[in-house]
């Protein structure tokens, strides 16, 4: 089993950063790819950013050159830096992973909000 837990979510201002994180514990080596999800009120669950076993990327369109994915494997962690943030781009983010036999996990979720 994996556990997934999230941190560095909170309230900022359109324009400014934030970075996520996301740590591992348990069976963390039977993931396979990572990455991150978003869901705004009264919208369905969304791809942020991925990163897949072999190291490549993959981003939203709404994301593109604003949001970077990274992971530190020593520390079972991935990051997701956000910059540039929209008022749109308010969700509750959720970390994620898939193992080798196609089994999903998630965490919690950290609430994102930008706002003046």
């Known amino acids: 089993q994996v556990q997934l837990v999230e941190s560095g979510g909170g309230l900022v201002q359109p324009g400014g950063s934030l970075r996520l994180s996301c740590t591992g514990s348990?069976?963390?080596?039977?993931?396979?790819?990572t990455g991150w999800y978003r869901q705004a009120p009264g919208l369905q669950r969304e791809l942020v950013a991925i990163?897949?076993?072999?190291?490549?990327?993959r981003y939203a369109e709404s994301v593109k050159g604003r949001f970077t994915l990274s992971r530190d494997n020593a520390k079972n962690t991935v990051y997701l830096q956000m910059n540039s943030l929209k008022p749109e781009d308010t969700a509750i983010y959720y970390c994620?992973?898939?193992?080798?036999?196609?089994?999903?996990?998630w965490g919690q979720g950290t609430q994102v909000t930008v706002s003046s």
């Open positions: 990163i897949f076993s072999g190291g490549s990327t």
């Open positions: 994620w992973g898939v193992d080798y036999y196609s089994n999903d996990f």
């Open positions: 348990g069976s963390i080596l039977s993931i396979k790819h």
